[in-house]
């Protein structure tokens, strides 16, 4: 007899179905798995059987064959334990195999018969309703993240027997949906940071067209307190990004146990010593999503930037221009959603002191070497660069600024709704592409000009010349203007400061 089960297969951040089908018949008694399994599948044989034998029943003494379908699909980790189980004890009659194809079931199996909890249970139940599968099964620890994903019914079990129990009647532990928005945390308000009118503005900006920034300037004058401040003025996540951000915190088995969906958006802070397999995402088996992929949806800080290896520097500039990771190994690539905001702080020179009060005290050949670590084709995908100078004895001792985060917030609100407005989407400027450039910045003759000039004089790149417009039109629409005029290219040049010969030293 052959029956079927239905569960997931998860391959990066997304998650594919896939079919477990179990024959049970004459011959030698084993059991086969084939469809591509890695080791921890493989040995799912072992693990099923003593869970089976745990939970009251009896394991077929017949030869059993698992096929995981579609067979082409590697097949890694251990979250096919229940489904494997189901099938085989439906094959041999013991359990009724009508409804195995009604739930999606996730599950690793214990020894004892307990139901352990998998990663990926957001991305497996959103790949499984997408063909039409209504309902899911899953442990009790994942019950809460699986319950943020709408349209589906989730019922949770804490062991076999109980997941037999539900397969059997179609009843057990129903879990109310949760699309509930998590409460924002509090973080540092804009009021906070003393003095750095020009930084403020240029985080404005970066918030309000999704651009990358690039603070640079001596420490202590509040460059990380200035990127901490961006999720503090970005909008809320909607919740079909709120989804977004759910399954791949999900597949990195980080999602919170109160299973909200997330209200503020990521902020990731990662070392200046991770690896590039850190930054993209990677290890061995089943990849798992890197920085640029946690930061999805939100803010990705690099501090010290040009301590980063370079390898790693460069492994930045796909996801930076297309909003994918893609992580290649032997058996297959997985893609990783990466759509975020970087935001990057940097000292001037590796004493930190030049163009500061402070005499520095770097050779004048590291001096000059230490920001030439960023190549060009990095830097050209950093829309907004901006000086972070000394605080004189005024600004150092005023007290909390009139402006805070929720009164930027509300300019950026208005300035992504005048975008939305113009594309007839959620798009930002950050994502105009080069033809669509001239036809939503609307140029005049005299701005033409003005921007022909500029690239004559700063030597800029085609992508760099994409840039100042694209941030121009974010100007523009803080400014409620309908057309980029030559003030706002003015403005996006000044935030090319790396662009421009002796500005930083």
């Keep these: 007899m052959v029956a079927r089960a239905r569960t997931a297969a998860l391959l990066g951040a997304e998650a594919r179905p896939v079919d477990v089908e179990a024959h049970v018949g004459p011959g ?91 990663r990926g249970v957001v991305p497996a139940l959103l790949a499984c309703r997408r063909v039409g599968v209504g309902a899911a099964l899953v ?23 109980a997941s037999l129990a539900t397969l059997a009647t179609g009843e057990g532990e129903e879990v109310a949906s949760a699309l509930e928005a998590q409460a924002e945390s509090p973080g540092p308000d804009l009021r906070w940071v003393k003095g750095q009118a020009r930084a403020k503005r240029a985080l404005e900006v970066a918030a309000a067209g999704g651009h990358n920034l690039l603070l640079v300037g001596p420490p202590g004058t509040g460059k990380t307190m200035l990127a901490r401040c961006m999720p503090g003025i970005l909008p809320p996540l909607a919740e ?28 990731r802070a990662p070392h200046h010593t991770i690896s590039a397999a850190g930054l993209l995402g990677g290890g061995t ?5 890197g920085e640029v992929s946690l930061a ?63 005499a520095c005290r770097c050779e004048t050949a590291r001096r000059r070497s230490y920001l030439g670590r960023l190549s060009g084709p990095l830097l050209d995908r950093i829309d907004v660069q901006v000086w972070v100078g000394d605080l004189d004895e005024g600004e150092l001792l005023q007290g909390p600024a009139a402006e805070g985060s929720l009164e930027v917030r509300e300019r950026v609100l208005s300035a992504r709704r005048m975008q939305q407005d113009r594309t007839g989407g ?24 003005f921007l022909a000039r500029a690239i004559v004089a700063l030597g800029l790149s085609a992508r760099a010349r994409d840039k100042v417009l694209r941030v121009a039109r974010t ?8 057309r980029v005029e030559v003030e706002h290219l003015a403005e996006a040049l000044e935030y090319r400061v790396l662009d421009r010969p002796g500005v930083v030293g």
């Design 28 to 118: 030698l008694p084993g059991t086969t798995i084939v469809g591509l399994p890695d080791p921890s599948v493989r040995e799912a044989r072992e693990r099923v059987r003593a869970a089976v034998v745990s939970a009251g029943k009896r394991w077929p003494d017949r030869k059993i064959t698992v096929s995981l379908l579609p067979a082409s699909l590697p097949k890694t980790g251990p979250g096919f334990d229940l489904a494997i189980a189901a099938a085989v004890l439906a094959a041999d009659g013991q359990l009724p195999a009508r409804r195995l194809e009604e739930f999606c079931l996730l599950g690793e199996l214990g020894l004892d018969g307990r139901l352990r909890p998998v």
């Design 139 to 161: 442990p009790a620890e994942n019950a809460a993240e699986a319950a943020l994903v709408p349209g589906v019914r989730v019922l949770a079990a804490r062991d076999l027997a």
């Design 240 to 267: 079909a990004e709120a989804l977004e951000v759910a399954a791949v915190w999900s597949a990195a088995g980080m999602l919170v146990a109160e299973g909200r969906l997330p209200l503020t958006r990521p902020f």
């Design 285 to 289: 088996g089943l990849p798992r999503p």
């Design 296 to 358: 999805h949806r939100g803010v990705l800080f690099l501090d010290e930037l040009p301590e980063f290896s370079r390898s790693a520097l460069e492994a930045l500039r796909q996801p930076l221009e297309e909003g994918v990771a893609v992580v290649v190994r032997s058996r297959g690539a997985a893609r990783f959603p990466a759509r975020f905001t970087l935001v990057a702080a940097a000292n001037p020179c590796p004493c930190g002191r030049l163009g500061s009060s402070r």
């Design 426 to 449: 959620p798009g930002l400027n950050s994502e105009i592409p080069p033809d669509g450039l001239e036809e939503a910045c609307g140029l005049d003759r005299e701005g033409r000009v």
């Design 475 to 482: 100007l523009a629409d803080l400014a409620g203007r309908e």
